[in-house]
């Protein structure tokens, strides 16, 4: 059923945004996560569908409930269902926001029973490298697309985010600043540096999650400006 999207700056425009962690199976009761709470990703989705746009979200296992009926939400669980539904969904975006905390590993075999306590082994889990779901999108992004990318970096936070830009063909990148307090997982506030492929550095204050959406969807419509003049 269509939706027919309200008036703004992204009528029209159809986006996919990540959020969340990614949970990793390692028996039927455990698994590896992280505290990505994916409010950053909920406020951006809710952002661009607030300004027109017709959105995806792709989540993992969140407590966060989307308003806007501009939302499609689908759910995921490990980093293999997000990127199947990136896959599915990224064809038709014009625009794609990596905000999900993607595990970088996942158990190499699923227990199919519970692991038991045992006397004295401890059990050793075996990892494997997840797929990159920003790197893959970005080696099949066509021209016109773009692609956003976040990085959390506790060093060298510019070089890497930069590097991180170039290695999955980003188009921006949001560098969240663990160095002031307050901003990060769990928290309700963020302190972003947006940078983009041909060089723009914007570094904006301590804000509410919500406001740093909006810097951040207003420097992707400074993105789209360029591409159509
Ligand atoms: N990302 C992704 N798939 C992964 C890992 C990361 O799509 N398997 C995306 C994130 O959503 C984010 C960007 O890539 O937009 C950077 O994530 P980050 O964890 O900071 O970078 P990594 O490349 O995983 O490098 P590292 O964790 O070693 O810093
Ligand atoms: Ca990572």
Request: net charge neutral; with cysteine.
């Amino acid at each position: 059923e269509a939706y027919f999207a309200a008036e703004g700056d992204f009528k029209g425009k159809k986006v996919l945004v990540t959020a969340g962690p990614t949970y990793e199976r390692i028996d039927p009761v455990r698994f590896i996560g992280n505290f990505s709470s994916g409010k950053m990703g909920y406020a951006i989705a809710e952002e661009f569908a607030s300004r027109g746009a017709e959105v995806t979200l792709v989540s993992g296992p969140v407590s966060l409930s989307v308003k806007s009926p501009a939302i499609r939400l689908v759910k995921v669980e490990s980093a293999r269902q997000m990127l199947q539904a990136c896959e599915e969904a990224f064809p038709q975006s014009d625009i794609s926001v990596m905000c999900a905390a993607v595990a970088d590993y996942a158990p190499a075999d699923v227990a199919d029973r519970k692991i038991k306590r045992e006397r004295d082994e401890v059990p050793v889990i075996n990892l494997v490298k997840n797929p990159d779901i920003a790197k893959t999108l970005g080696s099949e992004k066509r021209y016109g697309q773009i692609l956003v990318g976040f990085a959390l970096e506790t060093d060298h936070e510019f070089e890497n985010a930069v590097g991180k830009m170039q290695a999955k063909n980003l188009d921006m990148i949001v560098l969240n600043s663990l160095r002031d307090s307050g901003a990060g997982f769990g928290t309700d506030t963020n302190k972003v540096t947006v940078m983009t492929a041909n060089g723009g550095r914007t570094e904006f204050g301590l804000k509410s999650k919500q406001a740093v959406a909006a810097d951040v969807v207003d420097s992707i419509a400074g993105l789209l400006q360029k591409q159509t003049v």
